[in-house]
């Protein structure tokens, strides 16, 4: 599985992003794998959408790419506090890190912090 950051999403939906072509690349090398998502990452993709009211249409882009959604579990908050700690990243980039944590899956990110902490924390980067 790969798990999807939300710059990866961002770019795919907006043409004009400078990382779309990047991101249709990695989506397209990625068509046989499974990818997933935290909830807080999906609802991070989906404010710009939300905004200029395109949510439809972002909602339906997102589910042809079939992205499962990665449930938090109970614990969620202290391994978030936790990693927030010892990364020093935002809760959305901890997110990021859990769910590929939680499923053992690759990072998908044009982010080189979060990039950079998901390697230290053991984590292949696919980006």
Do not use: N, Y
């Amino acid at each position: 599985m790969i798990v999807l950051d939300a710059s990866v999403l961002i770019a795919h939906l907006e043409a004009s992003d400078a990382h779309h072509d990047r991101a249709l690349a990695l989506l397209i090398d990625a068509a046989d794998q499974p990818l997933g998502i935290s909830p807080l990452t999906l609802a991070e993709v989906l404010v710009g959408p939300a905004r200029s009211g395109k949510l439809d249409a972002a909602q339906a882009a997102i589910r042809e790419l079939e992205i499962a959604t990665i449930a938090l579990s109970d614990d969620a908050p202290t391994r978030l506090a936790t990693l927030r700690a010892k990364t020093r990243l935002g809760l959305p980039e901890c997110c990021v890190l859990l769910a590929a944590g939680t499923t053992e899956a690759h990072v998908a990110t044009f982010d080189d912090r979060l990039a950079s902490s998901a390697t230290e924390l053991g984590l292949t980067i696919r980006g």
